[in-house]
């Protein structure tokens, strides 16, 4: 017997009904019977054809215009800005058309005109002489924010840090700023224009009379200015710890007290050490010692010099050879220097190790590095002196 579920038409002797066509049964059917001609639009419809493929077309075409005037724009406003400040400077008669053609001359944005037609867009700009620190090619926004800004509000933070000289603090200056000269500064800081009540008669460089520090710069200072706002602080911080009675704390002037701070600053590499090499400088000079201070060597020397050719130099700055101080600092002290300078260690006390069969008074008069971290060992003696050489030198830390 055969399975009716296996021979369908045993199963259903019913009439076969009748099946047509459908062109989505087939994919490839339906495709080709779908397409966009015009034997597939109704005839009744016929005379919309090709205006409505003229319109289409047109739509498309003003959009793809659209779009690309559209990403010509974006691409003017906000392009791909290099991320690199440069100074741009804005003149006394400025106007926005002529900004406009010079930052685009000059390479901050890329189309005068529309910048010119979106500063409009945004409420226009006053412009303000001075000088601006601008992105090229930043969005137009943003050069257009920086413009607003006035350059007496824009301000640089700079760190001169301690122990720097006139000729590092120009260089800095110049590095952070973009817009200042080292060399105008320098000049400055040298020729006595800027004053200082602790500079002496005769002197006309403020080295050592300018406080290291950080410092808001404004866009519109100039170099003088900048040095007599380093110059000011000076004597604010040194009057706020004592120097203005110099004399009666440690019998000096007021600029000897910053002579002997430099010093102190280029030779101390750890805090401790600081009144205790103010008193080895204090003792030296009353027992018309040489001071010799290597530091004092280096300062206007090449920066490659060697030292045993300096030791044999004859400059004023030798202290191995000239007795006294340097007649200038060699760098700008910071507080703790100053502070330093004016209240120098007290000698060591009888019972102190060092002074163990040495005569009275028992004295700090050498120094040597003695430790990674830039400590020094103090001695009362040649001698004791010597032997502290000697284990630093076994350390490493000594040639």
Same mark, same amino acid.
């Given at each position: 017997?055969?399975?009716?579920?296996? #021979?369908?038409?045993?199963?259903?002797?019913?009439?076969?009904? =009748?099946?047509?066509? @459908?062109?989505? @049964? $087939?994919?490839?059917?339906?495709?080709?019977?779908?397409?966009?001609? =015009?034997?597939?639009?109704?005839?009744?419809?016929?005379?919309?054809?090709?205006?409505?493929?003229?319109?289409?077309?047109?739509?498309?075409?003003?959009?793809?215009?659209?779009?690309?005037?559209?990403?010509?724009?974006?691409?003017?406003?906000?392009?791909?800005?290099?991320?690199?400040?440069?100074?741009?400077?804005?003149?006394?008669?400025?106007?926005?058309?002529?900004?406009?053609?010079?930052?685009?001359?000059?390479?901050?944005?890329?189309?005068?005109?529309?910048?010119?037609?979106?500063?409009?867009?945004?409420?226009?700009?006053?412009?303000?002489?001075?000088?601006?620190?601008?992105?090229?090619?930043?969005?137009?926004? $943003?050069?257009?924010?920086?413009?607003?800004?006035?350059?007496?509000?824009?301000?640089?933070?700079?760190?001169?840090?301690?122990?720097?000289?006139?000729?590092?603090?120009?260089?800095?200056?110049?590095?952070?700023?973009?817009?200042?000269?080292?060399?105008?500064?320098?000049?400055?800081?040298?020729?006595?224009?800027?004053?200082?009540?602790?500079?002496?008669?005769?002197?006309?460089?403020?080295?050592?009379?300018?406080?290291?520090?950080?410092?808001?710069?404004?866009?519109?200072?100039?170099?003088?200015?900048?040095?007599?706002?380093?110059?000011?602080?000076?004597?604010?911080?040194?009057?706020?710890?004592?120097?203005?009675?110099?004399?009666?704390?440690?019998?000096?002037?007021?600029?000897?007290?910053?002579?002997?701070?430099?010093?102190?600053?280029?030779?101390?590499?750890?805090?401790?050490?600081?009144?205790?090499?103010?008193?080895?400088?204090?003792?030296?000079?009353?027992?018309?010692?040489?001071?010799?201070?290597?530091?004092?060597?280096?300062?206007?020397?090449?920066?490659?010099?060697?030292?045993?050719?300096?030791?044999?130099?004859?400059?004023?700055? $030798?202290?191995?050879?000239?007795?006294?101080?340097?007649?200038?600092?060699?760098? #700008?002290?910071?507080?703790?220097?100053?502070?330093?300078?004016?209240?120098?260690?007290? #000698?060591?006390?009888?019972?102190?190790?060092?002074?163990?069969?040495?005569?009275?008074?028992?004295?700090?008069?050498?120094?040597?590095?003695?430790?990674? @971290?830039?400590?020094?060992?103090?001695?009362?003696?040649?001698?004791?002196?010597?032997?502290?050489?000697?284990?630093?030198?076994?350390?490493?830390?000594?040639?």
């Amino acid at each position: 017997m055969i399975d009716p579920l296996l #021979n369908p038409r045993k199963r259903d002797e019913s009439p076969a009904v =009748d099946w047509y066509d @459908d062109p989505w @049964d $087939n994919p490839r059917s339906a495709a080709r019977s779908t397409s966009f001609d =015009d034997d597939a639009v109704p005839k009744e419809f016929g005379w919309l054809s090709r205006p409505l493929k003229i319109a289409a077309l047109a739509t498309a075409s003003v959009t793809l215009f659209m779009g690309a005037i559209g990403l010509w724009y974006v691409h003017r406003v906000n392009p791909s800005g290099t991320g690199v400040v440069s100074a741009f400077t804005v003149v006394e008669g400025d106007t926005l058309e002529s900004v406009s053609d010079r930052l685009e001359g000059e390479g901050f944005i890329s189309s005068s005109g529309v910048f010119k037609w979106y500063v409009g867009q945004k409420g226009g700009i006053e412009l303000i002489p001075g000088y601006y620190e601008l992105v090229p090619k930043d969005h137009m926004g $943003n050069i257009m924010l920086q413009l607003k800004t006035p350059p007496s509000a824009s301000y640089q933070n700079v760190t001169f840090p301690e122990g720097y000289t006139i000729a590092q603090m120009g260089q800095r200056l110049a590095e952070k700023t973009l817009r200042l000269s080292a060399e105008q500064f320098i000049t400055i800081a040298g020729d006595g224009s800027v004053e200082s009540p602790y500079r002496p008669a005769g002197q006309t460089s403020l080295e050592g009379l300018l406080f290291p520090d950080t410092y808001q710069i404004s866009n519109d200072q100039s170099e003088a200015q900048v040095v007599q706002q380093l110059a000011r602080q000076m004597v604010r911080v040194a009057s706020q710890e004592g120097i203005d009675d110099a004399q009666a704390k440690v019998g000096v002037s007021a600029y000897k007290v910053l002579i002997i701070a430099s010093m102190i600053e280029r030779e101390a590499k750890v805090d401790a050490d600081r009144a205790k090499i103010a008193r080895v400088i204090y003792n030296r000079l009353e027992l018309k010692m040489p001071l010799q201070i290597d530091a004092t060597l280096y300062y206007n020397a090449p920066v490659d010099a060697d030292f045993a050719t300096l030791k044999a130099s004859d400059t004023p700055y $030798n202290t191995y050879i000239n007795r006294g101080l340097p007649p200038t600092p060699i760098a #700008n002290p910071g507080r703790a220097s100053i502070i330093a300078a004016l209240n120098p260690a007290p #000698n060591p006390a009888g019972t102190d190790a060092i002074c163990v069969d040495v005569p009275k008074p028992c004295r700090y008069i050498y120094y040597v590095l003695s430790s990674a @971290d830039g400590s020094h060992t103090f001695a009362a003696t040649l001698q004791q002196h010597e032997a502290n050489v000697e284990i630093s030198r076994q350390a490493g830390l000594l040639p």
